[in-house]
């Protein structure tokens, strides 16, 4: 079993920069692979960035790439999403999960554990 704890959400200026974290629970944190996700009111979540067991490998979604930066920390169990350059389509409430696999997954299907989300606020 794995709990999730985000933190870091808030209102930001477009433009501005906020640092999302997740705290695992667990001592098996480096088993997992890691993603963060988002889902804006009347839309379907969506992924936003994984990293894998190590933090070798990662992946972004098109409309994040060269603005967000996941990374993790296994001794400390947590992830985090650095987000720079925010514009007012990336309001939503973010969600952090987790996959018992190696290589990093893309899909919420492929997650087993989940976070209850941070609302982050960009405004024009």
């Known amino acids: 079993q794995v709990q999730l704890v985000e933190s870091g959400g808030g209102l930001v200026q477009a433009g501005g920069s906020l640092r999302l974290s997740c705290a695992a629970s667990g001592r098996t944190f480096s088993s997992y692979a890691m993603g963060w996700f988002r889902q804006a009111p009347g839309k379907e979540r969506e992924f936003v960035a994984a990293?894998?067991?190590?933090?070798?490998?990662?992946y972004y979604a098109d409309s994040v790439k060269g603005r967000f930066t996941i990374s993790r920390d296994n001794a400390k169990n947590t992830v985090y999403l650095q987000m720079n350059s925010l514009k007012p389509e990336d309001t939503a409430v973010y969600y952090c999960a987790a996959s018992y696999t190696i290589v990093v997954v893309t899909s919420t299907w492929e997650y087993d554990y989940w976070g209850q989300g941070t609302q982050v606020t960009v405004s024009s």
């Open positions: 990293i894998n067991w190590s933090g070798g490998s990662t």
